[in-house]
Structures are given as structure tokens and as C-alpha cells.
Nanobody, 119 residues
Framework: QVQLVESGGGLVQPGGSLRLSCAASGSIFSINAMGWYRQGPGKQRELVAAITSGGSTNYADSVKGRFTISRDNAKNTVYLQMNSLKPEDTAVYYC?????????????WGKGTLVTVSS
């Protein structure tokens, strides 16, 4: 069984930084794209950033220049470095990954980690 476990969320002041991590575990053969989504209060879930197995990245316009996504393929882990945080970045951040197991490729979600940006 595959699991995605996020960590690193918390309370931070505007202008501050946080680093989120998401580790995949289980019977994993390979991982293709990995990404971070977020869902703010009263909002729909949206893509924040994504990274392919080869390292190509894309970002939501709202976070370009402030957030950086990276991954460690050896550790099956994806990271999200968040700088210059704004109150509007407050949300539950979810990890997402396309994972190939012995059985079949499937899309997986983590349970989320809360990021609160407030003074």
C-alpha cells in the first residue's frame, strides 16, 4: 500500500518562509510527476507547483518567484520551499503523485498539512 505523508506546515508571519516535505512509501516501482496543491478557506483546491521525474517544473502564477519545488528521487520525496509568504497563501497543502506500483499506475494524495500565514 502506498502512502504520501506531508510535513513542515505551521504558523508563520507574513514575509516568512516554510519548507514542506512529502515522502512516498510502500511498494513503489517508480514515481512520475509529483506536485503540491492547496485549498484555502472557502476556495477550491488548486495546483501550486509540479515537477516531473526529469526535473521539469511548473508553477501557479501566484507563487512564481516565491516558491520552489524540488524532489529527491532516491528518497521518493518532494519538497516545496515557500518564501515571502503572504496571508493569501494560508491553506491546507496537499501532496500528489503519480506512482507506479507492481500492479498499476495510480494517482495518490496525502492527507494535507496546514500552513497559516498571519501576524
Amino acid at each position: 500500500q502506498v502512502q504520501l505523508v506531508e510535513s513542515g506546515g505551521g504558523l508563520v508571519q507574513p514575509g516568512g518562509s516554510l519548507r514542506l516535505s512529502c515522502a512516498a512509501s510502500g511498494s513503489i516501482f517508480s514515481i512520475n510527476a509529483m506536485g503540491w496543491y492547496r485549498q484555502g478557506p472557502g476556495k477550491q483546491r488548486e495546483l501550486v507547483a509540479a515537477i516531473t521525474s526529469g526535473g521539469s517544473t511548473n508553477y501557479a502564477d501566484s507563487v512564481k518567484g516565491r516558491f520552489t519545488i524540488s524532489r529527491d528521487n532516491a528518497k521518493n520525496t518532494v519538497y516545496l520551499q515557500m518564501n515571502s509568504l503572504k496571508p493569501e497563501d494560508t491553506a491546507v497543502y496537499y501532496c500528489n503523485a503519480d506512482i507506479l506500483t507492481i500492479a498499476t499506475p495510480k494517482n495518490y494524495w496525502g492527507k494535507g498539512t496546514l500552513v497559516t500565514v498571519s501576524s
